[in-house]
């Protein structure tokens, strides 16, 4: 090949090399450098952010409020906490009076297995009688019983006095949440930490101490 048809050597085709002016292609330089770092940090800010506890996360561990005031007798209200389902449970005094009927059938009637908070030891299992608050997760494996209020049903028995069966493994647990003997559950259903705020909210995962 001839020197006049020598092929000339590569460009750098960038828009910064086609500037002749020396700071002009030195700005021109660092403003790219600034948007690529402004690029950069747009990517990793979903990065940053998954990486963030979330709001959830934060209030799992957290104290919960239960609002009661509108709970109908017999109904059930859920609220989670530690990400654990809380149940609410308004009793009727029909109930209350089952619960010291007949305790024979029951595991530990008197709650003498720490399970509940001192001031929930007692035959209601709460602070009032009249209000049930307890964790929804069965003793034996960790499934969440169902909520079972009515009285002798045919797959439960006549001895059924109302309370929450685990169909898992055929736990049961009376309206105290106390386990019947003879079942795999070990132990009664857990009362967690709660006080009352006023009448109509409870403030669960924080007490006072004492019974409010």
Known sequence: MSANNKAAPPRDSSVAEKIDD????????????????????????????SMSPSARAKAAGAPVEAEIGKLTPGQLLT?????????VVKRTDEVLERLDADTARLSDPDSAIE?????????ARSIKPEV??????????GCSPSYRPEIAPADLGNDWDGGFFC????SKFDMAGRVYAGVP?????????????????????????VAA
């Open 22 to 49: 020396p700071k002009r292609r030195r700005m021109l330089v660092l403003s790219a450098a600034g948007v690529g770092g402004v690029g950069t940090a747009a990517l990793a800010a979903p990065m940053v952010f």
């Open 79 to 87: 609220v989670e906490w530690r990400g654990k389902p809380v149940w």
């Open 115 to 123: 399970m509940q908070p001192e001031y929930a030891q007692n035959s």
């Open 132 to 141: 049930f608050v307890v964790v929804g997760i069965c003793t034996h494996l």
């Open 167 to 170: 169909p898992c493994h055929g």
């Open 185 to 209: 559950a070990p132990y009664n259903l857990e009362i967690p930490p709660y006080r009352y705020a006023d009448d109509n909210l409870i403030v669960v995962g924080e007490d006072s101490g």
